[in-house]
């Protein structure tokens, strides 16, 4: 059942930030592997314990409980890595205790939105280029993902 929701909210995830991830690789118990281009990929879960996927060409079918591992390949779309630059969300210090800044935010007000890794929103609000910095002081210890402008940037809280 783990298994199912967390590849259920990687999918909720991946959909709801308007991520193109490259690929999907599906790691079985017995050593085997199934991957998938996501521009083609089509995972259903049956009533069963099954999951299928669908690369785009065939289709694959296996037990849940035969899942040890589902990674998507998000390395040109979601930053986890601050990287100073053009199109790049960049927060700091991160790990962060209180307050946090950012760099690469347009001129102006931006809308900044902070959700936990199982989607559910914890903040939104504005932040003003002219001073970009957020306190984050409330929030609990922990992963979450800060998206500002189009843009998704990983921030661990201490």
């Known amino acids: 059942m783990k298994r199912f929701l967390v590849a259920l909210f990687l999918l909720a995830?991946?959909?709801?930030?308007s991520m193109s991830a490259q690929s999907l690789t599906v790691f079985l118990g017995n050593g085997g592997t199934l991957s998938a281009d996501l521009a083609n990929a089509k995972i259903t879960f049956g009533s069963n314990s099954?999951?299928?996927l669908?690369?785009?060409?065939?289709?694959?079918?296996?037990?849940?409980?035969?899942?040890?591992?589902?990674?998507?390949?998000?390395?040109?779309?979601?930053?986890?890595v601050a990287n100073f630059?053009?199109?790049?969300?960049?927060i700091f210090p991160n790990p962060a205790e209180d307050v946090i800044r950012f760099q690469g935010l347009p001129m102006g007000v931006s809308v900044v939105s902070i959700y936990r890794l199982d989607g559910?929103?914890?903040?939104?609000?504005e932040v003003d280029a002219k001073s970009p910095m957020l306190n984050v002081g409330g929030?609990?210890?922990?992963?979450?993902l800060v998206r500002a402008?189009?843009?998704?940037?990983?921030?661990v809280k201490r």
């Not at 669908?54 to 986890?80: A, C, H, R, Y």
């Not at 559910?120 to 609000?125: A, D, N, Y």
């Not at 929030?139 to 979450?144: N, Q």
């Not at 402008?149 to 921030?155: C, P, V």
């Open 13 to 17: 995830v991946t959909g709801s930030f």
């Open 54 to 80: 669908w690369n785009g060409t065939s289709e694959s079918t296996v037990s849940i409980n035969n899942v040890t591992k589902i990674t998507f390949d998000l390395t040109t779309s979601m930053p986890t």
């Open 139 to 144: 929030l609990a210890a922990g992963s979450y």
């Open 50 to 52: 099954t999951m299928t």
């Open 120 to 125: 559910m929103l914890v903040f939104s609000g």
């Open 149 to 155: 402008n189009g843009l998704t940037s990983k921030l």
């Open 85 to 90: 630059g053009a199109n790049q969300l960049s």
